[in-house]
């Protein structure tokens, strides 16, 4: 189709239009989703009256400082759609150091859920998207080139008019000015060379521990005898007491669970433990608790399992106990599993389950206590035993949800396939941010009402059962809060073990009170030495 003349006027406004609009766009959306409103786009930024200048400059430097600006306006465009994603899920920003390896793991889930072939094509696309910035950054400081060149005079006056207009905004009370986007650059590049030393410096710590070398006899004499279960539920956070959409039937819940306990002759104590992860990466939490070290990225749980720090359950070995891991999610191979030093591993091959799954989890979480009991708990003569337990009834997509059914009947755990034909499928449910959360919080009522029943069918004084609520779950349940705290419970039938944890002043019950202390979890491993050994390290 021919372009008239009369057109041609109109089209070339309609394009330099588009070309500032887009530059406009590109420099104040928010990396955030929570942060989009109609006031988020309404700023004057700085960087636009830079730009402006630096398309300006003749000459060898010239060329230099535009390619310069296309390689920052690429990556800020890059890394803001990389930090949505990563806030939607983990709610923090992207960082290219500790992130890189998501997307090995984005591949994995991937060939999983839509097959290989599908999987590489979502890779080329995401290959595609890369290069269509890259070239389009490149067309759009050409174009904007192009329209100063042709009106130089016009151009500095209206960049030195704006700089004037910015200047004088950015000295009211306005806040209307911006420089963004330069911000979050430099925060990232701020957070590259910080994750850069982090590497060194963790790997220069890992391996100093005041425990690497006690014997075992001065470990855990006031569990002499005792089975303990360290158990880790699944998106288990501070939100399930703290939002009031959760909390009225959660902490109802937890109340009937408290007072069951007491009525069976159990005690319960709860309070709150920062987690080094949110909305995901569990064995993030799982490696900081059980380290007793801070592991808030993959490179520093990486550096973890090749050191010869003592985990939890390596201690408890020495002490004497055998020591298990029951992991129903772990489906293929596990490396990892030796750092953390396990006489057995129960994976989801080996629970012996032959039930129908719950879509995504492969088994609801009564029966991999059922399994447990009956695989560890009922032998003769035997050492006590330590078990790390993850359950996972409580892992998104939260539907179809098991339920409680009789102890006796749980079997090889096909009673529960008549449930995972219960309710509404993944895509109805996820297409209702309302029904999301509402699943969600069902979820947390079933694994602890779960967690309480087992306490009451196969607890005393024999058994301490720690229950950690391994990361918050995703901002689309939570909201806007960078919270990371989750509920902690001690559960025993014993007095002197809750005599040895006075001083720790958790809240009686299932509830922790709302001034609760907040420990971070690397602190757990060492407190829950402490407080079980009689010797002082």
């Not at 699943?439 to 069918?457: D, F, P």
């Amino acid at each position: 189709m021919k372009i008239s003349d009369s057109m041609r006027p109109t089209l070339y406004f309609s394009l330099k239009f588009a070309v500032v609009g887009f530059l406009y766009i590109v420099l104040v959306i928010p990396n955030r989703l929570l942060w989009m409103t109609p006031l988020s786009f309404v700023y004057f930024p700085l960087e636009l009256i830079v730009l402006g200048f630096v398309l300006l400059l003749p000459g060898r430097v010239g060329r230099l400082l535009r390619g310069f600006a296309i390689v920052l306006l690429a990556a800020g465009i890059i890394f803001k759609i990389a930090d949505i994603a990563a806030y939607q899920v983990f709610s923090r920003p992207f960082n290219p150091v500790f992130d890189v390896y998501l997307l090995a793991d984005g591949m994995n889930l991937l060939k999983g859920a839509i097959g290989a072939f599908g999987a590489f094509l979502v890779a080329v696309l995401l290959l595609v998207l890369v290069v269509a910035i890259i070239a389009l950054v490149i067309a759009v400081v050409v174009v904007v080139q192009g329209m100063q060149r042709n009106a130089p005079v016009l151009t500095r006056t209206t960049l030195l008019a704006g700089l004037v207009v910015w200047t004088l905004l950015s000295l009211t009370d306005l806040q209307r000015t911006s420089h963004s986007f330069y911000d979050q650059l430099a925060d990232h590049t701020t957070d590259i060379i910080n994750s850069i030393a982090d590497i060194n410096y963790f790997r220069s710590v890992v391996n100093i521990d005041a425990y690497r070398d006690v014997k075992g006899d001065s470990l855990f004499t006031t569990l002499e005898g005792k089975d303990v279960l360290v158990v880790f539920l699944e998106s288990y956070g501070r939100t399930v007491l703290d939002n009031p959409e959760f909390e009225p039937e959660i902490r109802k819940v937890l109340s009937q669970g408290s007072a069951d306990l007491s009525a069976n002759g159990l005690f319960a104590r709860s309070t709150y433990m920062t987690s080094p992860t949110v909305g995901g990466i569990s064995w993030l939490a799982h490696g900081t608790a059980l380290s007793g070290l801070w592991i808030n990225s993959q490179v520093r749980y990486d550096s973890l399992m090749n050191s010869e720090r003592p985990s939890l359950n390596r201690l408890f070995k020495r002490a004497g106990w055998r020591t298990v891991a029951l992991m129903p999610a772990i489906t293929t191979q596990w490396p990892e599993a030796d750092y953390f030093g396990y006489d057995q591993i129960y994976a989801a091959q080996d629970l012996g389950y032959q039930g129908l799954p719950f879509n995504w989890v492969t088994m609801p979480d009564q029966y991999v206590l059922s399994a447990f009991q009956k695989s560890e708990r009922t032998l003769g003569t035997r050492a006590p035993v330590m078990a790390e337990v993850a359950l996972i009834s409580s892992h998104a997509p939260w539907t179809p949800l098991p339920q409680l059914v009789d102890w006796e009947a749980v079997g090889a755990g096909t009673i529960f396939n008549v449930q995972t034909t219960m309710g509404d499928a993944p895509e109805v449910v996820w297409k209702n941010p309302t029904r999301i959360r509402e699943q969600y919080r069902l979820s947390i009522e079933y694994a602890m009402s779960t967690l309480v029943s087992y306490s009451i069918k196969y607890g005393g004084d024999d058994l301490v059962i720690l229950i950690i609520g391994d990361h918050q779950p995703a901002p689309l349940v939570t909201g806007d809060t960078d919270n990371h705290d989750v509920p902690i419970h001690l559960i025993t039938g014993d007095p002197e073990i809750m005599a040895a944890i006075a001083d720790w002043h958790w809240t009686d019950g299932l509830v922790p009170a709302a001034n609760a202390p907040v420990w971070r979890m690397d602190e757990l491993r060492n407190r829950f030495v402490e407080a079980f050994s009689e010797t002082n390290f």
